[in-house]
């Protein structure tokens, strides 16, 4: 079983930790027209990292998007540290980092003018941005790359740059939406190595279709098909009786669509 591992040295756990910080998410559903985005969503998250594991239009964004207060819900309800997000989102958003899909960037900004932007918008202090700044890029290997205009980046640094800016406010909820999509591998594995520093006292929630990020990285996966939850459980746990991850996954997705 994988052990917890302790908060990175560089990077401890953000000053007033709530140790009892919970995301309960109850009956939750979107709808977009005729199209049942997500479907009755029950979970209850605390610190961990929990990787959303489903096919493409199985529902993973839109949820996101409903956590990170992007959306609102149909119906049902999110409630952070026990506060409606309906009604309260200021203490959720307060403490967010959101990697959306569709990340934006404004090509004629450098890395570093970009962040600082963003930082601002996330109302920290000036200092305080242009330190945190200079971790994030290191950690993200794009120092280097700083002081470049984002229009001339790869689909890998643009992504880095993404998830620099999710990282911004030391965030204790964050929700990053397939982040090592496009990444090559030894981006990847540093992506991995800088979430798992991260954990401790946060709740890291992130999506992927990529079963190895969620073996190397998750301590719980929820696998989504068709906006509804088909399974929660620590990925060892799932892939009892199966030969690997991708094949218990592929079971339950599978074993729950009806017979062609
Ligand atoms: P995933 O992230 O797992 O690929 P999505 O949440 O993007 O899934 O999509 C779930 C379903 O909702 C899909 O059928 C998709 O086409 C639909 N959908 C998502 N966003 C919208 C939208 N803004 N308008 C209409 N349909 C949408």
Redesign the pocket.
């Known amino acids: 079983m994988r052990r917890k591992r302790p908060p990175h040295r560089n990077n401890p756990s953000p000053a007033g930790v709530d140790a009892a910080m919970e995301l309960q998410i109850d009956g939750l559903n979107k709808r977009?027209?005729a199209?049942h985005?997500?479907r009755d969503f029950t979970l209850r998250l605390e610190p961990g990292i929990l990787g959303l594991l489903?096919?493409?239009?199985?529902?993973?964004?839109?949820?996101?998007?409903m956590l990170a207060t992007v959306t609102r819900p149909t119906s049902g309800t999110v409630r952070f540290n026990g506060s409606d997000v309906g009604k309260s989102p200021d203490e959720l958003r307060r403490t967010l980092g959101y990697l959306p899909?569709d990340f934006g960037i404004y090509p004629h900004l450098s890395a570093i003018e970009f962040l600082e932007y963003i930082g601002a918008l996330k109302g920290i202090g000036r200092r305080a941005l242009r330190a945190r700044i200079a971790t994030l890029l290191e950690s993200l290997n794009l120092t280097h790359a700083g002081s470049r205009p984002l229009g001339g980046f790869s689909g890998g640094m643009r992504q880095r740059v993404g998830i620099a800016q999710a990282l911004l406010n030391d965030p204790r909820l964050l929700i990053v939406?397939e982040p090592t999509a496009g990444l090559d591998p030894e981006e990847r594995v540093r992506f991995r190595a800088l979430l798992r520093d991260m954990a401790g006292e946060r709740i890291i929630i992130f999506?992927t279709h990529i079963c190895s990020d969620v073996e190397s990285l998750a301590t719980r996966v929820a696998i989504?098909d068709h906006?509804t939850l088909l399974a929660d459980e620590h990925p060892l746990k799932l892939v009892r009786g199966c030969a690997t991850l991708e094949e218990a996954y592929l079971q339950i997705v599978t074993g729950a669509r009806p017979a062609a």
């Open positions: 977009y027209g199209v985005a997500v489903g096919p493409n239009g199985a529902g993973k964004s839109t949820l996101m998007r899909q939406d999506s989504v906006g």
